[in-house]
C-alpha cells in the first residue's frame, strides 16, 4: 500500500473516534489535566514504542462529546510493525487489530472507532471542508432521563422555536463571528455558517450546527444567545445585530458544554485534498 506523503519515513494514519467528554479537560493536552488527545496519544505510544502526537479536526472544549471526531497521527515507518498481530487474520483490515488493541489500552470514555491509512495531502483540520455538531436540550419538567443526563442539558424553562428559527436564519452565511467567539491570538473569527436549524421531538430540543470551521466556543455561543430568544428576553434582530460586533459579547451567556456533541466531518475527494489545505490555511480578514 502507498504510504502517505508526510516526510521521509513516517505514514500518515487516520482515526475516527468517539468519547463521552464529561470526565475530560477537552480534546487538547493539557500539562496536568486528562484530556482526550492526551490519553489517546499515551495508548498509541505504548503501542508503537515511540511518541505519537494526535491533530484533530476539532479541538472540543471541556465537557464537549464526539461520535464523530477525526484525527492523523504521523508514524515511523520502522514503528509501523509493532501494531500488527504476530498471526494476522485473512483478509482483516490492517488497522483492525490496532483498533482492538486501544480498545484494552483506553478507558471506557474514549474509542478508537475505525484506523486506516491517510490518502496522500490528508490533514484532519486544514483538508476539513465542514464539520458538523448538534446541541440538545430538554425541557421536561424532571429535567434529563438518567441514561442522557451526561449529553443533555436541563432546561427548566419554555422555548419559542419558532423564535430560534428565525434568529438563526439571520445567522447563517459567510460572517465575522467574533460576538460569538472567545479570543483566541492569530485566529479568524470569519466563518461560513451553512447550517443553524431547530427540531424538537417532545421535550427533547436538538440544534443542528454546520460550518466550514468554528472558533473557540462559537457553536455554545451560539446556543446561548439564541436561548435567550427563545425565552424572548431578546428578538431576532438583537441576535442579528451581534454579527456586527468586534469583539466577544457579554450579552448572553454560553450553552452548558454538555448538551454540545461533534458529529461528523467532511472532507472533498483525495485529488482535491490539497487544494483544500491551502483554502483553508488563508486567513479570512474582514472587509
Do not use: K
Request: proline fraction near 7%.
Amino acid at each position: 500500500m502507498p504510504v502517505t506523503d508526510v516526510g521521509d519515513g513516517h505514514v500518515r494514519l487516520r482515526f475516527d473516534i468517539a468519547y463521552d467528554g464529561t470526565e475530560f479537560a477537552g480534546w487538547a493536552v493539557q500539562a496536568g489535566q486528562r484530556t482526550v488527545a492526551g490519553v489517546i496519544d499515551d495508548a498509541l505510544s505504548t503501542v508503537f514504542r515511540t511518541a505519537v502526537r494526535l491533530r484533530a479536526a476539532g479541538r472540543t472544549d471541556t465537557g464537549v462529546h464526539a461520535t464523530g471526531q477525526v484525527a492523523h497521527a504521523d508514524i515511523p515507518v520502522d514503528a509501523l510493525p509493532n501494531c500488527y498481530p504476530r498471526s494476522p487474520r485473512p483478509g482483516e483490515p490492517e488497522f483492525l487489530p490496532l483498533v482492538r488493541r486501544l480498545a484494552r489500552l483506553l478507558p471506557a470514555d474514549v474509542r478508537g472507532r475505525e484506523i486506516s491509512r491517510a490518502p496522500a495531502g490528508f490533514d484532519a483540520r486544514f483538508s476539513a471542508l465542514r464539520r458538523h455538531y448538534v446541541y440538545r436540550l430538554s425541557i421536561a419538567a424532571y429535567g434529563v432521563e438518567p441514561q442522557q443526563a451526561r449529553f443533555v442539558t436541563a432546561w427548566p424553562r419554555p422555548l419559542d422555536i419558532d423564535a430560534m428559527t428565525a434568529a438563526s436564519r439571520e445567522l447563517v452565511g459567510l460572517h465575522d463571528f467574533a460576538a460569538f467567539c472567545r479570543p483566541r491570538p492569530g485566529a479568524t473569527t470569519i466563518r461560513d455558517l451553512q447550517r443553524l436549524d431547530w427540531s424538537r421531538d417532545g421535550d427533547l430540543i436538538t440544534a443542528h450546527v454546520t460550518a466550514d470551521a468554528f472558533c473557540w466556543s462559537m457553536v455554545r455561543s451560539l446556543v446561548g444567545a439564541l436561548l435567550a430568544v427563545g425565552e424572548h428576553r431578546r428578538t431576532p434582530a438583537w441576535c442579528r445585530d451581534l454579527l456586527s460586533r468586534t469583539q466577544r459579547s457579554s450579552d448572553f451567556a454560553a450553552a452548558p458544554p454538555q448538551g454540545l456533541t461533534l458529529i461528523g466531518v467532511d472532507y472533498p475527494p483525495d485529488s482535491e485534498l490539497r487544494a483544500r489545505n491551502l483554502v483553508t490555511r488563508d486567513l479570512r480578514t474582514r472587509n
